[in-house]
T-cell receptor, first 115, second 113 residues
Framework: DTEVTQTPKHLVMGMTNKKSLKCEQHMGHRAMYWYKQKAKKPPELMFV???????INESVPSRFSPECPNSSLLNLHLHALQPEDSALYLC??????????????FGSGTQLSVL | SQQGEEDPQALSIQEGENATMNCSYK?????LQWYRQNSGRGLVHLIL?????REKHSGRLRVTLDTSKKSSSLLITASRAADTASYFCATVLTSGGSYIPTFGRGTSLIVHP
């Protein structure tokens, strides 16, 4: 199994809603990532989890709250988002967070619209 | 922060032609990777070239790396309509002991049948 599975594929939410994005991989990877991508722009790193611990937070607003319940799962909890948070949210994983040679495996993303 | 800068930003060619995309970066690297993204989908890893390598091939893909110029190029030979996608180079920055894959702005390739 070389897949990273993200759910849901599409999400529309109001600014007062609370929702969660989910990501799952069964490749035994120990690094997992959340990226945000606006249209026609490159993915921008939000968070990195290494061995289930948050190792990088790229100054992301607190309305985004990541969680790594175990080595296979990664969640992104959303609360009180703004319309400018509308974007494609991508989850990725890599075998080891400390090698620097690892390729990333991406999920197909969640297209989020905030109304 | 953005590390790589791809050039051109957009490329439109006919099927059968070759497509060349360039990437420049700013800091020292361990490796450079190229990814492909179809519209609205996740990125797919194409090829990785290490800092001590100068050229690498994979099928119709050829990647070169010039660390003295801090640049890389991706050549797709005999392009097909199915190659239509955005292509990103990615370099790995270090931060607090972790390795952070960082993407350039990308090249949007359109291959006309």
């Amino acid at each position: 199994d070389t897949e990273v599975t993200q759910t849901p594929k599409h999400l529309v939410m109001g600014m007062t809603n609370k929702k969660s994005l989910k990501c799952e991989q069964h490749m035994g990877h120990r690094a997992m990532y959340w990226y945000k991508q606006k249209a026609k722009k490159p993915p921008e790193l939000m968070f990195v989890y290494s061995y289930e611990k948050l190792s990088i937070n790229e100054s992301v607003p607190s309305r985004f709250s990541p969680e790594c319940p175990n080595s296979s799962l990664l969640n992104l909890h959303l609360h009180a988002l703004q319309p400018e948070d509308s974007a494609l949210y991508l989850c990725a994983s890599s075998q080891s967070p400390q090698q620097g040679y690892e390729k990333l495996f991406f999920g197909s993303g969640t297209q989020l619209s905030v109304l | 922060s953005q590390q790589g800068e791809e050039d051109p930003q957009a490329l439109s060619i006919q099927e059968g032609e070759n497509a060349t995309m360039n990437c420049s970066y700013k800091t020292s690297i361990n490796n450079l990777q190229w990814y492909r993204q179809n519209s609205g989908r996740g990125l797919v890893h194409l090829i990785l070239i290490r800092s001590n390598e100068r050229e690498k091939h994979s099928g119709r893909l050829r990647v070169t790396l010039d660390t003295s110029k801090k640049s890389s190029s991706l050549l797709i030979t005999a392009s097909r309509a199915a190659d239509t996608a955005s292509y990103f180079c990615a370099t790995v920055l270090t931060s607090g002991g972790s390795y952070i894959p960082t993407f350039g702005r990308g090249t949007s390739l359109i291959v006309h049948p």
